[in-house]
């Protein structure tokens, strides 16, 4: 009896024990260099257009910042500094810095609260509010170009819709100038703007607002709390992260601003609505001053990198903290 108990004993431990004993961490080394390979069978593309249409241009446009260079021929004008001494002289380029300023102080106070309360109105029970919703929703399906164009049409001189409006309305002295006079340009670009983007904020809104629990606003409700003392101290206190989101993407939207203004009105008139992408692509592509609108582009970049690790370090540290997590959340 003792010896069949040893006997098998015996053949369990030659079962437990492999018998090649480099064989499991063999095995084991296999397997974590199948998953690497999985990994860098998706991650090696996106690495692989990262740097050729992110990191390469920002180090040519870096490098090419430093020469005075027309875009033909070698880069042999080494002038250091010279062109970002000369665009922090330039009264047009400190001028795109403060109209950047405008609109962002403009898409903060008006642009923002509008699509919050458009928001709010189109989260009640409405009749045909998914109507609205997507009416308020396509502007911004539309590329910046095709609105450019339209709102172009609008304002057009003497035939369009709001020279027409204008005058019925009484205000004769804005007609002809909404895109052609200095003082009037910004303010009837931020109106196409606000047409343009808004929807795009009021969605976000709304998917915040439909996140909150109808139970903390009835629990509000029941302790007395009126309309206004609700949206107040409960829903937008909630809404909180969705608005500094909000705020974050308008804000870097007004700095990189181009398009639409390009098309509306080209920077004129007299450089009154140009902006920062504008001025670098006129003197890229039409001055044909490259190492000039190189700097202007690491200037912008500069200033979007700068202002959003700024933001996310001090704005929306709350909202990340808890987000991600280390070890795949052992």
Known sequence: MPSSVSTLTEERTKE??????????????????????????FLVPALVLFLVFVLAP???????????????????????????????????????????????????????????FTAVLLNQRLRG???????????????????AVLFTMIFLPGAGMADHLAGALGLEGLQGKWLADPSTVMP????VMTWKYFGFHMMLFLAGLQSIPSEVLEAASIDGAGAWQRFRHVTLPLLGPTIRISA????????????????????????????????????????????????????LFMISLVFSLFYQRYVLSRDLSGAVTSGGGR
Do not use: C
């Not at 509010?129 to 609105?147: G, H």
């Open 248 to 299: 974050f993407l308008s804000i870097i939207g007004a700095i990189q601003l181009f398009d639409l203004v390009w098309v509306m009105t080209a920077g004129g008139p007299n450089h009154s609505s140009e902006t920062m992408a504008i001025s670098m692509f006129q003197f890229g592509f039409k001055r044909y001053q490259v190492g000039y609108a190189s700097a202007i582009s690491v200037v």
């Open 16 to 41: 437990a024990v492999p018998a090649h004993p480099h064989a499991r961490p063999a095995r084991s080394l296999l397997r974590g260099l199948g998953s690497w390979a999985s990994v860098a069978w």
């Open 129 to 147: 509010r998914a109507v609205y919703r997507m009416l308020f929703f396509a502007p911004y399906i539309l590329s910046e170009v095709v609105t």
């Open 58 to 116: 920002i180090v040519v446009a870096v490098y090419t910042g430093f020469f005075k260079w027309g875009g033909v021929g070698p880069l042999d004008d080494f002038i250091g500094f010279e062109n970002y001494a000369t665009l922090f002289r330039d009264q047009v380029f400190l001028g795109d810095l403060r109209r950047g300023l405008y609109l962002i102080a403009l898409s903060i106070t008006v642009q923002l609260p509008f699509a919050l």
């Open 188 to 191: 009837t670009l931020f109106v």
